[in-house]
């Protein structure tokens, strides 16, 4: 698939690789967005990046980061609840942590959480066309322990198509500036993990965000 250029709700969107897809989004919602509790938001979009491996946010102004997004999914692969170490890092962490500086959104103690991501694994391998492959985050039930932070992401699901292993990224929030750059980045790792455990290829990536926005302090910045 060509990467689309139509306005937005074009069905599909379809970027090469992420930093297209930053630079893309950037710029529709600082246009489009809807003002939205300190942000500019744009609601329900979901688009594709062919090249889940492209995941370097090249633009210089947004100043990226691989050296932190690889540390933060490191700290994923841990499991690790508590956020001490990394909000060394990132101080945005500290404001997530409860008093023991644990924090919910460490994406690995979620898949980890009765086996989930060996589920996943297990499942594609006993049929590798499987609508079961895929593991949870926010999760309603869990609201009382969402006193000082609340995961971003709801689910995440793997398919095959074509002997490629796909992952789709589903968002109930998504600060376009920070989150999505970091987040596609441990999503495209995970995916690459898994892919290489079942001796697949690698298809694409699919991200969908009930609310995708960038906080007024970050507009005007490309």
Not at 26 to 38: A, K, L, M, P, R
Not at 53 to 69: M, P, Q, T
Not at 202 to 215: D, K, P, Q, R
Request: aromatic residues 18%.
């Amino acid at each position: 698939m060509k990467q689309k250029e139509e306005k937005m709700g074009s069905d599909p969107l379809v970027f090469s690789n992420a930093s297209n897809a930053f630079i893309y989004l950037y710029s529709y919602i600082s246009q489009e967005g809807v003002d939205y509790q300190n942000t500019k938001a744009i609601f329900n979009i979901g688009f594709y990046i062919e090249n889940p491996l492209d995941y370097i946010i090249s633009d210089k102004k947004r100043k990226w980061s691989e050296e932190y997004a690889e540390y933060e999914w490191q700290w994923y692969l841990s499991g690790n609840k508590s956020a001490i170490d990394i909000s060394k890092k990132a101080k945005i962490w500290k404001n997530h942590m409860d008093k023991s500086g644990n924090v919910n959104s460490n994406y690995g103690w979620h898949w980890k959480k009765n086996n989930q991501l060996e589920y996943v694994i297990n499942e594609l391998k006993r049929d590798k066309y499987s609508r079961r492959a895929g593991f949870t985050i926010f999760d309603a039930k869990d609201h009382l322990q969402y006193k000082y932070d609340t995961p971003c992401t709801y689910f995440i699901q793997f398919y095959v198509i074509n002997e490629k292993l796909n992952i789709n990224v589903m968002m109930r929030s998504n600060d376009l500036w920070y989150g999505f750059c970091n987040d596609q980045y441990c999503w495209s790792k995970l995916l690459q993990c898994i892919a290489n455990k079942l001796n697949m290829g690698i298809g694409m990536y699919y991200h969908f965000a009930n609310n995708l926005h960038v906080y007024n302090s970050k507009l005007n910045k490309l």
